[in-house]
């Protein structure tokens, strides 16, 4: 898709929005004829009186945008915008592939789902199956999504395969905390 620069195709950018205001947010920019991405989800959410599909945003709180930096005024006072993401104070473009990456699976009619962001050494809880419950460390081996646990005081670990969809985040590997001192008085 070429943009507004001679054939080139313009770079993808990331806004942080306001807390559900996503659906506004990409509708508004839409309207000033950005070119705006908002990457959707259906599920299901059930009240007490009734069943309801609903389409929710498969990353809350962003919207991507094509280009349009040079309206970075009239993107940034669009109701529910608080600001661009970026390094070092200069706006982080995304790679169309990762974008490309996400319509794919959208367009699959697999179910997919938001989920939290899984780094290797992350503190993690089994949410489902025989495992549940248990914490550990997430790893991976060869592509292998594994579940680390250790026994602190043997100085040993076992790891188990799991599915990476059925964990939960819980924090960061905890700190080693260092001996404390003994203070010597004279």
């Known amino acids: 898709m070429a943009g507004q620069n001679g054939g080139?195709?313009?770079?993808?950018?990331?806004?942080?929005?306001?807390?559900?205001?996503?659906?506004?947010?990409?509708?508004?920019?839409?309207?000033?004829?950005?070119?705006?991405?908002?990457?959707?989800?259906?599920?299901?959410?059930?009240?007490?009186?009734?069943?309801?599909?609903?389409?929710?945003?498969l990353f809350p709180s962003y919207v991507f945008i094509r280009g349009g930096l040079d309206r970075q005024l009239q993107i940034l006072t669009t109701p529910g915008v608080i600001h661009i993401v970026g390094w070092g104070g200069?706006?982080?473009?995304?790679?169309?592939?990762?974008?490309?990456?996400?319509?794919?699976?959208?367009?699959?009619?697999?179910?997919?789902?938001?989920?939290?962001?899984?780094?290797c050494g992350d503190r993690v809880r089994v949410k489902s199956g025989p495992l549940t419950g248990m914490e550990g460390i997430l790893d991976r081996k060869k592509g292998v999504a594994r579940l680390v646990v250790s026994m602190e005081m043997l100085?040993?670990?076992?790891?188990?395969?799991?599915?990476?969809?059925n964990v939960e985040r819980i924090g960061p590997i905890p700190a080693v905390r260092p001996p404390k001192a003994l203070s010597v008085s004279a």
């Open 8 to 57: 080139v195709p313009e770079n993808w950018y990331a806004l942080f929005t306001r807390y559900q205001h996503e659906k506004i947010v990409a509708l508004g920019l839409s309207n000033k004829n950005h070119d705006v991405y908002l990457p959707v989800y259906r599920a299901a959410r059930r009240w007490q009186d009734r069943d309801k599909q609903l389409w929710l945003p």
């Open 90 to 119: 200069r706006p982080a473009a995304i790679p169309q592939s990762q974008l490309d990456v996400i319509r794919q699976m959208l367009a699959s009619g697999s179910r997919v789902e938001s989920h939290s962001y899984l780094q």
């Open 155 to 165: 100085g040993r670990s076992a790891a188990v395969e799991i599915d990476a969809l």
